[in-house]
């Protein structure tokens, strides 16, 4: 059986001042790609992962995309994700 997965953390340092996107692919228990909003391009982990990496690291439009999901996905949804980690304390 293989397994694919792709997840996205978002990570709140003081509230929204400081928020950092990651995404990370995953093949087989694996970590092949991961894209860090803070490093801002993919870095490969494996001979797949390093050619896939290279290929979206060329290209201007995903690596902006990318860079956009720090407003577009986390601070947007800040105040849901709020209750379940800031408050929570």
């Given at each position: 059986v293989f397994q694919?997965?792709?997840?996205?953390?978002?990570?709140?340092?003081?509230?929204?001042e400081k928020v950092r996107h990651v995404q990370r692919y995953i093949y087989?228990?694996?970590q092949e790609v991961m894209f860090d909003s803070d490093v801002g391009h993919?870095?490969?982990f494996t001979p797949f992962g390093e050619g896939n990496a290279k290929d979206w690291n060329s290209d201007p439009?995903?690596?902006?995309?990318?860079?956009a999901q720090?407003?577009?996905y986390c601070r947007q949804n800040y105040e849901v994700f709020r209750p379940?980690?800031?408050?929570?304390r």
């Open positions: 694919k997965m792709v997840t996205s953390e978002c990570h709140f340092i003081n509230g929204t087989n228990r694996i993919y870095v490969g439009a995903i690596l902006d995309y990318r860079r720090v407003d577009a379940f980690s800031v408050e929570r």
